[in-house]
């Protein structure tokens, strides 16, 4: 019984752990709410089997044992409230950072221009990007019509505002452009 709770949080731990791969994460969650949906009922039944033994125990008078199914019982309850709770936050976790379809795309990823400049896009509209990991300054996006991301930030570090346009075409191919009828700069994934 401790091995499933073990699996099943270890599940859940990777699912909190794995921001950076927004598909993965919700494939755990599927998968972890499939084992947690197909598991309760069995451990249900056992916690009650367990306090039928236990009142069984406590009206033969045979206390040591029936403090030891009570033992029993407080370790799984315990469990899995614990799991219970865990599992709340990151669904929590999950729903507050829910991404439209396309953004799987490019949320908590880096793309480079030719040139070297890198754009890491971050949830909610924001980002950062750099050249070479040097002159690190603020972006804000936006997707719009048609799927495309409209950034907004600093050419550089004088303050001077731009905006950039995106097309992400799937998770290896993507472009940029200086304007939205100009997206034709292929972009590269930078693997982590």
């Given amino acids: 019984m401790k ?9 859940l731990f990777v699912v ?11 494939l755990r969650i599927i998968y972890e709410t499939a ?10 039944s056992y916690l009650a089997q367990l306090e039928r033994q236990r009142d069984a125990y406590a009206r033969a008078t045979n ?8 033992a029993e019982i407080d370790a ?3 469990e899995l409230a614990e799991l219970d709770m865990f599992k709340a936050n990151i669904e929590r976790a999950q729903i507050t950072r829910e991404l439209k379809p396309n953004e799987v795309l490019f949320v908590n990823l880096s793309w480079r221009t030719p040139s070297g400049t890198s754009f890491h896009f971050l949830p909610a509209g924001k980002g950062h990007r750099s050249f070479g990991g040097a002159d690190k300054t603020s972006i804000s996006w936006v997707t719009r019509a048609g799927g495309v991301v409209e950034v907004t930030g ?4 004088n303050g001077e505002r731009t905006k950039w346009f995106f097309r992400f075409l799937n998770g290896s191919e993507a472009y940029y452009g200086p304007a939205r009828n100009d ?8 693997e982590k």
């Fill in 3 to 11: 091995s499933a709770f073990s699996l099943v949080f270890a599940l």
């Fill in 16 to 26: 909190h752990l794995s921001a950076e791969a927004p598909e993965l994460d919700k």
């Fill in 35 to 44: 084992i947690e949906r197909t598991n309760r009922p069995i451990i249900l």
């Fill in 63 to 70: 206390l040591d044992a029936a403090n030891s199914t009570q």
């Fill in 76 to 78: 799984i309850k315990k």
């Fill in 154 to 157: 600093n050419a550089s570090k």
């Fill in 183 to 190: 997206i034709n700069l292929k972009l590269s994934k930078e």
